[in-house]
């Protein structure tokens, strides 16, 4: 196992909800001697310094400005959330001593993949402060299987394995059992005790069920990488490794973005003023006018990264005729004639020609022309911040399934991309 797989595994396993990415993300900044900066304050910037900050605890920004920051603004953007399922409030639901967990879904997951699986419990507990504008926020991850989502047997007719399920009624998490002696109301007790608090001093929470399963190499050769929340924690790998690493003498940013899976029209999201409006402050303390940082602006590139679909060998009628990339053959670059991924020939070019120079294999991915497809945010940034940009990304099997797997070699191969990019 790689230095690149292993930071990888140890992200994935820290990373259970879009808070712990952040907070782990944080870690690893400071520990690099990054310096903290709040959004609310006044911030003593100065070339040569690196500094990180988050909004709302789930998207986090880093950034270094080196010694000439009008030397050029290069850009590295991911997402921290993944598919998964939400608690709802008073989410208990009892029926013939079951209790239940009352849940939505969020984003585009495969149901089926979430049944028949041990579920845990992270996210974000929000408690009694010392006065209503100032509540105390608890990270939270039950760090054990609590939760299943059983599948009905196949005796009793559920029917064709394309049937959709009804999410209000099918993917409710078994939690416990109760009875007449037990009281009903047993998920906020358990959540004031895993907190550390009183039941009746929290005040709300944003709480995701998530698969227990480590991420793992496996295959005849150690070939493949599966994990749960591949989608896109390892683009977050990608991008705090490398701007850890850049010594680059003009602006870097690495942007680690929230609700890109629920489409990042949030105020923490990619499609959100974050990104402009923090550009716009840090040349204005620079000293830079409004001219010059539009200019900057003009000479940009932006990097949007996250996972591209491998070709499926069971499902060859799914792909592109002629542009199918595969598990370890490289990093993707995503064109989509509709912009669904951010890019133009020059792109291509530009990027291709970074690979070339560094050795990285790289494949390109096209959906067929009778498939939507996805999208990712770097459409979205680019549109608000009008730089040239270029999606790119590791290829994988099953995107937002619980279990998703990848090409063990290709995770060093987005990094050095990456870490090349921001350099």
Known sequence: MD????????LLGAGTSPFHVVAEGK??????GFAELDPADTWPLRPGG??????????????????????????????????CLRVKPSPEIVAKRYGKLNVEVYGGMIQRSWLDRPLSLAGKVVVRGKDPFSP?????DAQKPLCIIPE?????????DAEPFNSQKELLPLMTMTGEAIDEVYFLPYLAGLCRSKPEAILSYELSLYPVEKGRIFGLHNEFLGSPRLDNLTSVAACLRSIIRTKADGLRLALLFDNEEVGSTTKQGAASQVVPDLLRRIYAVLGFTEEEYTRQCARAFLLSVDVA????????????????PVLGGGVVLKTAASQTYAGDAEAVAVIKSLAEAHDIPCQIFVNRSDMRGGSTLGSLLSARLPVRTMDIGAPLLSMHSAYETMGAGDQKHLNNLVTAFLA
Request: charged share 15%.
């Open 27 to 32: 870690r690893q900044l400071a520990d690099a």
């Open 50 to 83: 690196k500094y990180y900050l988050s909004y709302y605890g789930s998207t986090l920004v880093a950034f270094t400005i080196g010694a000439n920051p009008a030397a050029g603004l290069r850009l590295a953007a991911a997402h921290t959330d993944f598919p």
């Open 136 to 140: 105390k926020t608890i990270l939270t």
């Open 3 to 10: 230095i690149h797989q292993k930071e990888l595994l140890h």
């Open 152 to 160: 009905l047997a196949v005796h009793m007719g559920r029917g064709s």
């Open 309 to 324: 679909h491998a070709y499926h060998p069971n499902y060859p009628e799914k792909n592109d005729l002629t542009n199918f």
